[in-house]
């Protein structure tokens, strides 16, 4: 008594108070459980994006016609020209030379001026020529040219302007050779839309005549461009600023258009890339692609067009074109021109007469300069970079490509949309050719940009393998001296181009890339490991010369080690990897059925995995394996469809009247559990808030009554065989509870007989693993399985028997619809209704009212006439899924089985590689928002941290100061179901209440209630256990049931619909129906005794769990002879610790920082175990003090923290670890059900059966006796179901088996 006495002064002292708010670990360094993206994501590739960047018409222009009407020496009529006037045609003066001569060097002359920008076309001269000739050369062209492109180019300055019709002039006589003439007023022709011109100026306008410009100006600037631009800026008034520069000197620039190292190319090469941008940044995204990256004569051609809009607009000429474009010669990038003419021609006399170096020009390190200030200040919505075209022209200078590049990497990490823009700008082509580059500093950048385009736009593996790009790749991946993420982003582009495409597996399988992935599947960077391991998968899928390598190199044995990774993906993508390796389709040996009996056996192991990523790939793979081997699992199909027949489990069905329709299971999502209507899937957003108001009106007290009937579709016998069993119809023969007695009907003791077996019953062990997948408690892996165990049996019973399935009762009728996963469209759920013969767990007498929700109204339950036939199912109004294959279609697949031949694999997908890509096409190098100080994200969690720290600090203050009575009621309200578990939230003023199967959470505070929905557990389980996870930041709450089930949820409790972040099977060996029978004197003992505490817990302790924030480790015991260590982070089974009892355990408690665990013991035992040690000597001491039953065993968290142990008979008992005698003893009443422990305040509060709550201090003494409700005319409290304290305030929460929920607090004048 003095201990104690000494122990609750030295909690009352300031200084331990000051102490535990120093020693209290930070709430920014706890861990957060089940906050990854596999978490809050959805398990799926992103949406693609239409990439239109491709050219689909690439073209080329093959014929020119240069068609000039001179007429040298002679003015046309209707032109007045001055004196002097513009004279040069093509830079040469006709009146130097004989008027023929002259016009056939100007002739030649354009040829050649054309020939720069496209050498290859076939060129036509026709020099004041006759109608016949132009219609014959254009003819003979256009014929020639087939579907290319033929350019027609016409110089009038001989000849009359054209006329109001817009026909041009030729010799002769006048016709009309060209009716399209972009001056005409003629509608165009439908067939003249793929025509693009190009015209010098408007109808009304005159070409300039200055004698300083040559006469056909636009034909200069559109195929002399840079000549002419020189020419004007030296006649502009600004060239003053540049002394000694004149047109004489500009003729002698040295270098040469196509030498970007010489003053001449570089100037060339500045204004390729200036009008590049001008155009990119101003044109609509289709005419850019159309005009300027389809035709290579065509893009020059209007790149130059830009140029003779901004010239001859100074000369009030405007330069038209069709398509037309939007006005250029105002846009800033000229100004960036002029600046760099102005600083090459400034270097012009003293580079020729005293022969000085030519300097570079700052342009392009200037305008990345430009560009790397858009990427680091900008924010996320903005117009796109302008600069872009001017990078893909760096990429071609050795002087400034890698800089380039590093920017071009990070402005494409911003996102899918910048790598769509960098794609329609034309990078591809670019980045393609430097894959045969050597230089080893580029690898890094380019492996990161390919990982990037790759990760939006896969169909480049073509291309790549096409120019040999997945060599480049392969050396990268082999190359040990380059970081790992590095060859992490190698492998994942290997990994997209062999996907589903063999010419890239024949590749990459020739350039040793198995070999390669193998000797990295131990590499310590995780991302590595998944993605060679899904690399690996994608090479031998559907590619047996690959699997078959894959098998000399011992491939699927090197891969065993990744299912037992510390990284849910990693195991993923092993088992993934593992999957396709069995399901090749090509011919069988004995061999490789020996290496998928080797490998199914390997995966079956992953059954329990904690992650149900994992555990939907499990899914898949084996599905493969049943696809392989379709026949043999045929057979253990129907063999275990014979043995589910003939044998009945023992259960409340057996008293059911056969009248009632089975409701066979509520959506592919949940279980059955109360009506056919009564519940959906959580996640059904339309329905979610429906539910909870229609559990309100569900009638919860047990009683029997009527099932209330939807209409589905009762299908007659005769077509069975397609609506019912056709997989297609997401129909089902084999309906949840089917399975589940399967399940348990077939002998299956325990997993772990599972691996090793001899390899004749491997199908059926397969067979049994799918069975326990598909009464996984995650929806989305229970209803992978049951598609192919759906499967499987409906080919079996079509293969096997037609007969049967014509005749028997059992298989004939389709049970009533049920809501599916898809929102509250209906679909139908075949199953066995409970003929005579079968008896279906799921029929109990505990069958609630139907909900008021918009239904059509029920029908009496429908009882089957003789022989077992079902009402014709047009008799009953059908509600069909919305977009469901009518039953026609459904019967041509079900005539022929072989329909089905490939439904599995067609079928089943779980996106988790599309998932995996995601990563890489999301910015890598941003920094996350949780870490961005400013952002939304951070601060909540700032909020919710300092409102964390007040309410530690403000009911600190009130514990200190000692509580002498506990009995102000401060809530109460009847809740939906009879409470069996109750668990404040640490922080805020919510409180979650669970009965058998469901939630109720309650605002303490208001009093009003705020969310209510069902947890999933199969009808024959109940909740025995909650937790809050993360409580101090995003709160999830996890359920505990006694099958061993844990599910996690979140959404609760706000206006958003609850939703299953993730669930496992916590304890495999639990399973619940053993209760029914009798078993071990122990076990019926133990049972004796929970039916005494409570009679609603029908025996057994269920499942008891204990959470560690600071270490992110579960702690889970019950029914079983160990208790279970989970690492949530990895999501793996980390400890098995055997108790060393024949009786659950009943109650656990741990301290992270001493590692010790405490479990109070059905038989009165109380064991420490320290978790560092080896199985077998863990357990560091057992107290064998109490005679009965334990109902809580606390473990105090300080250092030197006592264990505090009470039982069933009320003696309170107190050890110090280290010693094995308890040091204090207090008794209480007996015929205790439950007991919690503040653990701030030293109070204890034990509920009894006989209907009232004791709260005693830490000596022992009772503060309060609390016996009545207030108000409520002081009715009497009931029977004790389940208490808890606040792990702060000093709340007591109490729920009774009257469905009341109550809470007391300290008097008001303490809060």
Same mark, same amino acid.
């Given at each position: 008594m003095v201990l104690m006495k000494m122990d609750a002064d030295l909690l009352h002292s300031p200084a331990v108070g000051f102490a535990e708010e120093e020693a209290d670990m930070n709430d920014w360094e706890l861990p957060l459980a089940f906050m990854k993206k596999r978490h809050s994501e959805k398990i799926e590739g992103s949406k693609a994006l239409a990439q239109s960047w491709r050219m689909k018409d690439r073209m080329k222009t093959v014929s020119v016609a240069l068609v000039l009407c001179l007429n040298v020496g002679v003015d046309p009529p209707d032109v007045v020209k001055t004196s002097p006037c513009a004279r040069l045609e093509c830079w040469i003066d006709p009146l130097s030379m004989s008027p023929q001569k002259a016009l056939e060097t100007i002739g030649a002359n354009l040829q050649k001026q054309y020939e720069n920008w496209q050498p290859r076309a076939r060129y036509k001269q026709s020099l004041d020529p006759t109608v016949d000739e132009v219609k014959k050369l254009c003819t003979s062209l256009r014929r020639n040219a087939k579907e290319e492109r033929v350019l027609f180019h016409y110089n009038g300055h001989g000849v009359p302007r054209p006329t109001v019709n817009g026909e041009i002039w030729v010799f002769n006589k006048v016709a009309a050779i060209n009716p399209s003439h972009p001056l005409a007023q003629m509608p165009l022709p439908p067939s003249m839309k793929n025509c693009i011109q190009l015209a010098a100026c408007e109808a009304s306008e005159l070409l300039p005549m200055n004698p300083d410009l040559p006469a056909d100006l636009f034909t200069s600037c559109l195929t002399t461009p840079i000549k002419i631009a020189l020419r004007w800026f030296c006649m502009q008034k600004s060239a003053k600023l540049v002394p000694g520069v004149t047109l004489d000197l500009i003729e002698k620039i040295p270098g040469r258009l196509n030498d970007r190292r010489t003053p001449l190319g570089e100037l060339n090469w500045i204004f390729t890339a200036i009008t590049d941008t001008i155009a990119w940044n101003v044109l609509p995204r289709d005419l850019f692609q159309k005009l300027f990256r389809q035709d290579l004569l065509v893009a020059s051609l209007f790149r130059n067009f830009l140029l003779a809009e901004r010239i001859m607009r100074s000369y009030n000429c405007t330069p038209v074109s069709s398509p037309r474009l939007p006005p250029t010669y105002m846009h800033a990038m000229w100004q960036a021109w002029d600046l760099a003419v102005d600083i090459c021609l400034s270097q012009l006399p003293t580079i020729i007469e005293e022969g000085t170096a030519f300097r570079q020009s700052p342009f392009f390190a200037e305008q990345l300069t430009a560009f790397q200030v858009w990427l680091t200040m900008g924010v996320e919505n903005r117009n796109p970079p302008e600069q872009l075209p001017i990078v893909l022209q760096v990429l071609l200078s050795q002087v400034h490509r890698l800089r380039a590049l590093d920017l071009l990497g990070r402005f494409l990490d911003l996102g899918p949309w910048a790598v769509s823009l960098a794609l329609s700008v034309g990078i591809f082509p670019y980045v393609l050719k430097l894959l045969q580059s050597s230089a080893r500093e580029l690898r890094p950048l380019l492996v990161f940009i390919w990982a990037k385009i790759l990760a939006v736009d896969s169909s480049c593996q073509a291309d790549l393998v096409k120019d040999n790009g997945h060599k480049y790749f392969l050396s990268v991946l082999a190359d040990s001296y380059m970081p790992a993420e590095h060859r992490t982003m190698a492998v994942f582009i290997l990994a997209v181009i062999v996907n589903s495409y063999s010419t890239g597996q024949e590749a990459c399988l020739q350039g040793n890339l198995i070999a390669n992935c193998l000797e990295q599947l131990s590499d310590p960077h995780p991302l590595l490991r998944q993605w060679v391991a899904i690399c690996l998968g994608r090479i031998w899928q559907n590619f047996d010369p690959a699997r078959w390598c894959g098998v000399r190199d011992s491939a699927h044995e090197k891969l065993y080690i990744l299912l037992s990774d510390p990284i849910p993906e990693v195991r993923c993508a092993a088992v993934f990897a593992l999957g396709t390796f069995v399901g090749n389709s090509a011919e069988r040996t004995d061999h490789s059925t020996t290496i998928d009996h080797n490998v199914a056996m390997m995966l079956a192991q992953l059954i329990n995995d904690g992650s149900p990523v994992v555990r939907k790939e499990l899914v898949v793979a084996l599905s493969h394996l049943v696809v392989q081997y379709e026949s043999n699992f045929c057979t253990v199909a129907l063999q275990f469809i014979e043995e589910e027949k003939n044998y009945t489990v023992p259960s409340p069905a057996n008293t059911s009247e056969p009248g009632n329709l089975t409701p066979v299971r509520d959506s592919p999502a949940i279980p059955r559990l109360r009506s056919v209507n009564s519940y959906t899937n959580i996640r059904a957003v339309t329905t979610a808030r429906n539910l909870n108001k229609s559990l309100q009106n569900l009638n919860l007290s047990e009683e029997g009554g009527p099932v209330a009937f939807s209409p589905g579709n009762l299908s007659t016998s005769s077509s069975a065989s397609s609506t019912l069993g056709s997989p297609d119809n997401d129909e089902y023969i084999l309906s949840?509870?089917?399975?589940?007695?399967?399940?348990?009907?077939?002998?299956?003791?325990?997993?772990?007989?599972?691996?090793?077996?001899?390899?004749?019953?491997?199908?059926?062990?397969?067979?049994?693993?799918?069975?326990?997948?598909?009464?996984?408690p995650f929806p989305e892996v229970s209803d992978l399985a049951m598609k192919v165990l759906n499967c499987i049996a409906y080919k079996a019973m079509m293969n096997a028997r037609p007969q049967r399935i014509l005749d028997s009762g059992s298989l004939t009728q389709s049970a009533p619809a049920s809501p599916t996963s898809k929102g509250t469209h209906i679909h139908q759920a075949g199953g066995s209704p409970p003929m005579p013969s079968t008896s279906s767990s799921s029929l109990t007498n505990e069958v609630p009212k139907p909900p008021a929700r918009d239904q059509p109204s029920t029908r009496p339950p429908y009882t089957p006439t003789l022989g077992g036939q079902a009402p014709h199912s047009h008799q009953f109004p059908r509600t069909r899924k919305m977009f469901d294959k009518g039953p026609e279609q459904a019967a041509e697949d079900g005539d022929e089985p072989c329909g089905h031949r490939n439904y599995i694999s067609a079928a089943l997908q779980t996106g988790l590689c599309d998932w995996s890509a995601k990563y890489f096409a999301q910015p890598v190098t941003k920094i996350p928002e949780e870490h961005d100080l400013q952002s939304q994200v951070r601060m909540e969690r700032q909020w919710r941290f300092l409102r964390n720290a007040r309410v530690k600090r403000q009911s600190r203050s009130i514990t200190q100061r000692g509580v002498s009575r506990l009995d102000d009621q401060i809530f109460i309200n009847r809740n939906p179901g009879v409470p069996s578990v109750v668990k404040f939230h640490p922080f805020n003023t919510c409180i979650a209440v669970a009965d058998k199967d469901s939630i109720c959470f309650w605002d303490w505070e208001k009093g009003e209630r705020l969310d209510y929905f069902y947890n999933g557990n199969p009808r024959y389980t109940r909740i025995t256990a909650m937790e809050y996870l993360n409580g101090h930041d995003c709160s999830l709450l996890l359920t505990a049931t006694d099958d061993g089930a844990l599910r996690v949820?979140?959404?609760?409790?706000?206006?958003?619909?609850?939703?299953?972040?993730?669930?496992?099977?916590?304890?495999?060996?639990?399973?619940?129906?053993?209760?029914?029978?009798?078993?071990?004197?122990?076990?019926?003992?133990?049972?004796?005794?929970?039916?005494?505490?409570?009679?609603?817990?029908? #025996?057994?302790?269920?499942?008891?769990?204990?959470?560690?924030?600071?270490?992110?480790?579960?702690?889970?015991?019950?029914?079983?002879?160990?208790?279970?260590?989970?690492?949530?982070?990895?999501?793996?089974?980390?400890?098995?610790?055997?108790? #060393?009892?024949?009786?659950?355990?009943?109650?656990?408690?741990?301290?992270?920082?001493?590692?010790?665990?405490?479990?109070?013991?059905?038989?009165?035992?109380?064991?420490?175990?320290?978790?560092?040690?080896?199985?077998?000597?863990?357990?560091?001491?057992?107290?064998?003090?109490?005679?009965?039953?334990?109902?809580?065993?606390?473990?105090?968290?300080?250092?030197? #923290?006592?264990?505090?142990?009470?039982?069933?008979?009320?003696?309170?008992?107190?050890?110090?670890?280290?010693?094995?005698?308890?040091?204090?003893?207090?008794?209480?009443?007996?015929?205790?059900?439950?007991?919690?422990?503040?653990?701030?305040?030293?109070?204890?509060?034990?509920?009894?059966?006989?209907?009232?709550?004791?709260?005693?201090?830490?000596?022992?003494?009772?503060?309060?006796?609390?016996? =009545? =409700?207030?108000?409520?005319? #002081?009715?009497?409290?009931?029977?004790?179901?389940?208490?808890?304290?606040?792990?702060?305030?000093?709340?007591?929460?109490?729920?009774?088996?009257?469905? =009341?929920?109550?809470?007391?607090?300290?008097?008001?004048?303490?809060?």
């Amino acid at each position: 008594m003095v201990l104690m006495k000494m122990d609750a002064d030295l909690l009352h002292s300031p200084a331990v108070g000051f102490a535990e708010e120093e020693a209290d670990m930070n709430d920014w360094e706890l861990p957060l459980a089940f906050m990854k993206k596999r978490h809050s994501e959805k398990i799926e590739g992103s949406k693609a994006l239409a990439q239109s960047w491709r050219m689909k018409d690439r073209m080329k222009t093959v014929s020119v016609a240069l068609v000039l009407c001179l007429n040298v020496g002679v003015d046309p009529p209707d032109v007045v020209k001055t004196s002097p006037c513009a004279r040069l045609e093509c830079w040469i003066d006709p009146l130097s030379m004989s008027p023929q001569k002259a016009l056939e060097t100007i002739g030649a002359n354009l040829q050649k001026q054309y020939e720069n920008w496209q050498p290859r076309a076939r060129y036509k001269q026709s020099l004041d020529p006759t109608v016949d000739e132009v219609k014959k050369l254009c003819t003979s062209l256009r014929r020639n040219a087939k579907e290319e492109r033929v350019l027609f180019h016409y110089n009038g300055h001989g000849v009359p302007r054209p006329t109001v019709n817009g026909e041009i002039w030729v010799f002769n006589k006048v016709a009309a050779i060209n009716p399209s003439h972009p001056l005409a007023q003629m509608p165009l022709p439908p067939s003249m839309k793929n025509c693009i011109q190009l015209a010098a100026c408007e109808a009304s306008e005159l070409l300039p005549m200055n004698p300083d410009l040559p006469a056909d100006l636009f034909t200069s600037c559109l195929t002399t461009p840079i000549k002419i631009a020189l020419r004007w800026f030296c006649m502009q008034k600004s060239a003053k600023l540049v002394p000694g520069v004149t047109l004489d000197l500009i003729e002698k620039i040295p270098g040469r258009l196509n030498d970007r190292r010489t003053p001449l190319g570089e100037l060339n090469w500045i204004f390729t890339a200036i009008t590049d941008t001008i155009a990119w940044n101003v044109l609509p995204r289709d005419l850019f692609q159309k005009l300027f990256r389809q035709d290579l004569l065509v893009a020059s051609l209007f790149r130059n067009f830009l140029l003779a809009e901004r010239i001859m607009r100074s000369y009030n000429c405007t330069p038209v074109s069709s398509p037309r474009l939007p006005p250029t010669y105002m846009h800033a990038m000229w100004q960036a021109w002029d600046l760099a003419v102005d600083i090459c021609l400034s270097q012009l006399p003293t580079i020729i007469e005293e022969g000085t170096a030519f300097r570079q020009s700052p342009f392009f390190a200037e305008q990345l300069t430009a560009f790397q200030v858009w990427l680091t200040m900008g924010v996320e919505n903005r117009n796109p970079p302008e600069q872009l075209p001017i990078v893909l022209q760096v990429l071609l200078s050795q002087v400034h490509r890698l800089r380039a590049l590093d920017l071009l990497g990070r402005f494409l990490d911003l996102g899918p949309w910048a790598v769509s823009l960098a794609l329609s700008v034309g990078i591809f082509p670019y980045v393609l050719k430097l894959l045969q580059s050597s230089a080893r500093e580029l690898r890094p950048l380019l492996v990161f940009i390919w990982a990037k385009i790759l990760a939006v736009d896969s169909s480049c593996q073509a291309d790549l393998v096409k120019d040999n790009g997945h060599k480049y790749f392969l050396s990268v991946l082999a190359d040990s001296y380059m970081p790992a993420e590095h060859r992490t982003m190698a492998v994942f582009i290997l990994a997209v181009i062999v996907n589903s495409y063999s010419t890239g597996q024949e590749a990459c399988l020739q350039g040793n890339l198995i070999a390669n992935c193998l000797e990295q599947l131990s590499d310590p960077h995780p991302l590595l490991r998944q993605w060679v391991a899904i690399c690996l998968g994608r090479i031998w899928q559907n590619f047996d010369p690959a699997r078959w390598c894959g098998v000399r190199d011992s491939a699927h044995e090197k891969l065993y080690i990744l299912l037992s990774d510390p990284i849910p993906e990693v195991r993923c993508a092993a088992v993934f990897a593992l999957g396709t390796f069995v399901g090749n389709s090509a011919e069988r040996t004995d061999h490789s059925t020996t290496i998928d009996h080797n490998v199914a056996m390997m995966l079956a192991q992953l059954i329990n995995d904690g992650s149900p990523v994992v555990r939907k790939e499990l899914v898949v793979a084996l599905s493969h394996l049943v696809v392989q081997y379709e026949s043999n699992f045929c057979t253990v199909a129907l063999q275990f469809i014979e043995e589910e027949k003939n044998y009945t489990v023992p259960s409340p069905a057996n008293t059911s009247e056969p009248g009632n329709l089975t409701p066979v299971r509520d959506s592919p999502a949940i279980p059955r559990l109360r009506s056919v209507n009564s519940y959906t899937n959580i996640r059904a957003v339309t329905t979610a808030r429906n539910l909870n108001k229609s559990l309100q009106n569900l009638n919860l007290s047990e009683e029997g009554g009527p099932v209330a009937f939807s209409p589905g579709n009762l299908s007659t016998s005769s077509s069975a065989s397609s609506t019912l069993g056709s997989p297609d119809n997401d129909e089902y023969i084999l309906s949840f509870e089917t399975i589940d007695k399967m399940r348990r009907v077939s002998s299956y003791s325990s997993l772990n007989s599972l691996i090793g077996v001899s390899f004749n019953s491997v199908y059926t062990q397969i067979w049994r693993v799918l069975l326990h997948l598909a009464a996984d408690p995650f929806p989305e892996v229970s209803d992978l399985a049951m598609k192919v165990l759906n499967c499987i049996a409906y080919k079996a019973m079509m293969n096997a028997r037609p007969q049967r399935i014509l005749d028997s009762g059992s298989l004939t009728q389709s049970a009533p619809a049920s809501p599916t996963s898809k929102g509250t469209h209906i679909h139908q759920a075949g199953g066995s209704p409970p003929m005579p013969s079968t008896s279906s767990s799921s029929l109990t007498n505990e069958v609630p009212k139907p909900p008021a929700r918009d239904q059509p109204s029920t029908r009496p339950p429908y009882t089957p006439t003789l022989g077992g036939q079902a009402p014709h199912s047009h008799q009953f109004p059908r509600t069909r899924k919305m977009f469901d294959k009518g039953p026609e279609q459904a019967a041509e697949d079900g005539d022929e089985p072989c329909g089905h031949r490939n439904y599995i694999s067609a079928a089943l997908q779980t996106g988790l590689c599309d998932w995996s890509a995601k990563y890489f096409a999301q910015p890598v190098t941003k920094i996350p928002e949780e870490h961005d100080l400013q952002s939304q994200v951070r601060m909540e969690r700032q909020w919710r941290f300092l409102r964390n720290a007040r309410v530690k600090r403000q009911s600190r203050s009130i514990t200190q100061r000692g509580v002498s009575r506990l009995d102000d009621q401060i809530f109460i309200n009847r809740n939906p179901g009879v409470p069996s578990v109750v668990k404040f939230h640490p922080f805020n003023t919510c409180i979650a209440v669970a009965d058998k199967d469901s939630i109720c959470f309650w605002d303490w505070e208001k009093g009003e209630r705020l969310d209510y929905f069902y947890n999933g557990n199969p009808r024959y389980t109940r909740i025995t256990a909650m937790e809050y996870l993360n409580g101090h930041d995003c709160s999830l709450l996890l359920t505990a049931t006694d099958d061993g089930a844990l599910r996690v949820w979140k959404n609760f409790a706000d206006q958003k619909n609850p939703e299953m972040v993730t669930a496992w099977q916590g304890l495999s060996d639990m399973l619940p129906t053993t209760r029914g029978q009798p078993s071990t004197s122990a076990h019926s003992l133990a049972r004796r005794v929970s039916i005494y505490l409570d009679r609603s817990k029908q #025996g057994g302790a269920g499942m008891v769990v204990d959470w560690e924030q600071e270490t992110g480790l579960l702690m889970t015991s019950g029914d079983v002879r160990v208790i279970r260590i989970w690492d949530t982070d990895r999501e793996m089974k980390v400890q098995d610790i055997p108790t #060393g009892a024949d009786s659950c355990v009943t109650s656990l408690s741990c301290d992270s920082q001493r590692s010790l665990i405490v479990a109070g013991l059905g038989d009165g035992s109380v064991r420490v175990f320290d978790r560092r040690m080896g199985p077998n000597e863990c357990r560091i001491m057992t107290y064998r003090e109490h005679g009965a039953w334990v109902v809580k065993a606390h473990l105090q968290k300080e250092t030197d #923290g006592h264990i505090i142990s009470v039982s069933v008979n009320g003696d309170v008992r107190f050890f110090e670890p280290r010693m094995s005698d308890s040091v204090n003893v207090l008794q209480t009443v007996k015929g205790l059900t439950a007991l919690d422990i503040h653990p701030q305040a030293n109070l204890f509060a034990c509920g009894s059966m006989n209907q009232f709550i004791a709260v005693y201090n830490a000596n022992g003494d009772v503060i309060s006796n609390i016996k =009545y =409700y207030d108000g409520f005319m #002081g009715q009497r409290i009931g029977a004790i179901s389940c208490l808890a304290f606040h792990p702060h305030w000093p709340h007591l929460a109490v729920g009774s088996n009257d469905y =009341y929920m109550s809470i007391y607090s300290a008097e008001k004048r303490l809060r």
